[in-house]
């Protein structure tokens, strides 16, 4: 069945990705549970497919090698493997026993199998910690959410529970790169049927360094005018094509971070693009997105920018 909305890859070709599945990566801990439980949801509400994978991780064992019984240590990693993806489709199909599910288990690593199968996926999911291999919140994680194709989520929980109100949470620089996540923010917050906080800094530096006693803005109230000229621009469009989306505008002169991460304490979602303003070639996750992923209070979806 096709999916309902609008492609998560707008600027791309229909054909570059199967917009009827999600990918969620699981190891058997308590993050990766939470992260099934939120995919399985987002797929019974839209009719998408569920696929969960789990990575095989050999390196504990790669050292001393020819003293171990390799073979063995397979044979027992794969029944823990199948064990653990087929209790995660357990828990998905607790959330809707319709759900179209499939499991995979791999030897590929962790973040270079979800790169990979991001080609060919509307979402990857990820839990906010656990042991790694497919879910944890370390180098798998952010290497995913640096280099996937399609938009990563990584499922934080607050006060014990992935949250379910809130608004929808997006931050908006400017760069094309945003321009897609505001795109998938304003689905996301339709979907849902909440508010959409739009949220801009005018500059990336730490919050107050520009702000505060000795603030650098000679003329505050025509900044603060400019800037939510500048910002209703840039949400013109998308409000005319989700008139029932409530929009809240939040406008800060700095510290993009320390505002994204506060509101996550009470937002349901916090979207946003995996690169801004500057940075350095190789910094394929942006300074904002990176905190968010490792530190934010509710699930992060950071969306890439399109592929020349």
Not at 65 to 71: E, T, W
Not at 267 to 288: D, K, M, N, W
């Amino acid at each position: 069945m096709a999916a309902e909305g609008i492609q998560y890859g707008v600027d791309e070709p229909s054909t570059a990705r199967d917009a009827n599945s999600v990918v969620v990566g699981v190891d058997g801990s308590a993050a990766a549970q939470a992260a099934v439980v939120w995919a399985a949801r987002m797929c019974a509400a839209r009719k998408l497919s569920l696929r969960i994978i789990h990575a095989l991780n050999f390196s504990p064992y790669t050292y001393g090698a020819p003293y171990l019984d390799v073979a063995g240590i397979y044979d027992w990693m794969e029944v823990q493997g199948k064990d653990i993806v087929t209790a995660a489709a357990e828990s998905a199909r607790q959330v809707s026993a319709d759900l179209d599910i499939s499991t995979e288990i791999s030897t590929m690593g962790g973040a270079r199998w979800l790169v990979s199968l991001s080609e060919d996926s509307r979402a990857l999911v990820l839990g906010a910690s656990g042991r790694g291999a497919a879910g944890g919140i370390g180098s798998t994680a952010v290497n995913a959410a640096s280099h996937g194709v399609c938009p990563v989520v990584v499922v934080h929980q607050r006060d014990g529970a992935v949250p379910d109100s809130g608004p929808v949470v997006v931050g908006i620089d400017g760069s094309p790169t945003s321009e897609r996540a505001t795109a998938v923010a304003f689905e996301e917050a339709a979907r849902r049927g909440v508010p959409l906080v739009a949220i801009h800094a005018w500059s990336d530096t730490p919050h107050g360094t520009l702000a505060g006693e000795r603030s650098a803005i000679r003329d505050p109230r025509g900044f603060e005018d400019a800037e939510h000229e500048v910002l209703s621009e840039r949400l013109a469009g998308w409000s005319d094509r989700y008139p029932d989306v409530e929009i809240r505008r939040e406008l800060y002169v700095d510290g993009p971070r320390t505002h994204l991460l506060a509101w996550s304490q009470k937002a349901q979602l916090v979207v946003v693009g995996s690169r801004g303003r500057g940075g350095f070639r190789g910094l394929l996750l942006g300074s904002t997105s990176n905190e968010l992923v490792q530190k934010a209070q509710c699930p992060v979806m950071v969306v890439r920018p399109a592929r020349s």
